[in-house]
């Protein structure tokens, strides 16, 4: 019979072990999460993750000459970082401050005590005067995540609206990823 073996003894000395182990505990963290990115399935469901510009559909609309409204519509089971919002216009720059609506605190693994937004959040821009008719571009950067665990990472997003006419409606609310039809599931 042979001696017996004592399994902490297979174990290299510490300082030899540790880069190894952190490289191989990292690869199976990485697969772990990409795993989870494509799809997270159990015995009796899937659930497949949705891209960004889908989970997090951003749309503007010029206002008038001074003011452009931002929108994001966010898919059931997804939320987007209040403090992660930023907007930029071109030509620019924002004729003041952004004031984003406040939020629903959430105690987020990823990122601790944050203000998330949840199935719609419209923002206000303020922006130069800019003529009727004249285009403006504005830039959304946005970050959210998924409530099986699965953060995003940052989003630029542009879109460029058309001012209306002095004294006439909003204009209609452009996307910037329209929704595709879908034959088959």
């Not at 004592?6 to 999460?33: F, K, T």
């Not at 966010?74 to 907007?87: C, E, N, P, S, V």
Request: net charge positive; hydrophobic share 45%.
């Amino acid at each position: 019979m042979p001696p017996s073996v004592r399994a902490d003894s297979l174990r290299p000395p510490a300082s030899a072990a540790g880069a190894p182990v952190a490289r191989a505990a990292s690869l199976v963290g990485i697969a772990a999460v990409a795993s989870l990115v494509f799809h997270v399935g159990t015995a009796s469901a899937e659930i497949k993750l949705l891209p960004p510009e889908e989970a997090f559909r951003y749309a503007a609309r010029a206002v008038d000459g001074g003011t452009v409204e931002a929108r994001f519509d966010i898919a059931d089971g997804y939320y987007l970082y209040r403090d992660k919002l930023r907007f930029a216009v071109e030509p620019g720059p924002l004729a003041g401050g952004v004031a984003l609506p406040a939020g629903k605190v959430k105690d987020d693994e990823f990122f601790g005590r944050v203000e998330t937004y949840r199935d719609r959040v419209l923002v206000r821009i303020p922006i130069a005067p800019a003529a009727p008719g004249q285009s403006v571009t504005v830039q959304a950067d946005s970050q959210g995540c998924a409530d099986v665990g699965v953060c995003y990472p940052p989003v630029s997003q542009r879109i460029t609206v058309v001012v209306p006419p002095a004294g006439g409606p909003a204009g209609a609310f452009v996307e910037a990823s329209p929704a595709k039809k879908r034959w088959f599931r």
